[in-house]
């Protein structure tokens, strides 16, 4: 049986996404995991492709999925979770921004009866480095207008890094294309009435290739799904 999909999309991440995949597995294999790392490519131009090709040839649990255009965070993250084999799903970074000696962690309380695992960048505990100043402000005003309009002590819905119950989370139907996906899987299972719980992270920016994170489009996206999911919250539709 498999415990953990680990989904990372990738879009020319030739310069992490080895060192990446090699960390989470030897941290899984450390911890006794049964686990399948998943990478969900956006038709790379670079070498990703290549070198996922030869980490899957010498680990099995390591599967390359070509995604089809058009090229999407949102829809990679999507297709990801309804071809995972796992009990429990998480979304992780290609640029290794997130540790993955926290997945653990988030298999354990997946097991206490959580079907969301938050990993936040903002409890005490918590370690962020190098975090940019706007896309700080963007974020903090997202994540305080989503405790105060759904009543949640979720403070870092924005943070991609969580774990999902797979059986549960391919039951939701995910619209968003962008980096928002996350947060529209998390605020479903909340407005369903699914246990979430939230665990301190470290989060570290990238150190090699380019970021895909765009801060005035993703800023508007984040805030128009917030508007959408509380519709959906007081009515439904």
């Given at each position: 049986?498999?415990?953990?999909?680990?989904?990372?999309?990738?879009?020319?991440?030739?310069g992490n996404i080895e060192n990446t995949i090699n960390s989470i597995a030897l941290t899984l294999e450390k911890d006794n995991l049964a686990y399948e790392i998943l990478?969900?490519?956006?038709?790379?131009?670079?070498?990703?492709?290549?070198?996922?090709?030869?980490?899957?040839?010498?680990?099995?649990?390591?599967?390359?999925?070509?995604?089809?255009?058009?090229?999407?965070?949102?829809?990679?993250?999507?297709?990801?979770?309804?071809?995972?084999?796992?009990?429990?799903?998480?979304?992780?970074?290609?640029?290794?921004?997130?540790?993955?000696?926290?997945?653990?962690?988030?298999?354990?309380?997946?097991?206490?009866?959580?079907?969301?695992?938050?990993?936040?960048?903002?409890?005490?505990?918590?370690?962020?480095?190098?975090?940019?100043?706007?896309?700080?402000?963007?974020?903090?005003?997202?994540?305080?207008?989503?405790?105060?309009?759904?009543?949640?002590?979720?403070?870092?819905?924005?943070?991609?890094?969580?774990?999902?119950?797979?059986?549960?989370?391919?039951?939701?139907?995910?619209?968003?294309?962008?980096?928002?996906?996350?947060?529209?899987?998390?605020?479903?299972?909340?407005?369903?009435?699914?246990?979430?719980?939230?665990?301190?992270?470290?989060?570290?920016?990238?150190?090699?290739?380019?970021?895909?994170?765009?801060?005035?489009?993703?800023?508007?996206?984040?805030?128009?799904?917030?508007?959408?999911?509380?519709?959906?919250?007081?009515?439904?539709?």
């Open positions: 049986m498999i415990q953990l999909s680990i989904i990372i999309p990738t879009w020319d991440e030739e990478i969900v490519d956006d038709n790379s131009s670079d070498k990703t492709i290549e070198i996922v090709n030869k980490l899957s040839q010498k680990n099995s649990n390591i599967r390359l999925i070509r995604h089809q255009p058009p090229r999407s965070f949102g829809y990679s993250i999507r297709d990801g979770i309804q071809l995972s084999n796992g009990e429990l799903i998480v979304i992780m970074m290609a640029d290794l921004s997130d540790d993955p000696r926290y997945l653990k962690e988030m298999y354990f309380k997946y097991k206490e009866g959580n079907s969301v695992i938050v990993g936040s960048r903002f409890l005490k505990g918590s370690k962020v480095d190098s975090y940019p100043f706007l896309k700080m402000i963007s974020n903090r005003l997202f994540n305080l207008a989503v405790m105060v309009g759904f009543f949640t002590n979720i403070n870092d819905t924005s943070n991609n890094f969580k774990a999902f119950d797979s059986r549960k989370a391919k039951k939701i139907k995910l619209e968003c294309k962008s980096f928002e996906v996350g947060a529209e899987l998390m605020l479903k299972m909340l407005i369903k009435g699914e246990k979430i719980t939230q665990i301190p992270v470290s989060w570290t920016d990238r150190t090699k290739g380019e970021a895909k994170f765009k801060l005035k489009n993703t800023f508007l996206k984040y805030f128009l799904l917030f508007l959408k999911m509380l519709k959906l919250k007081y009515t439904g539709e």
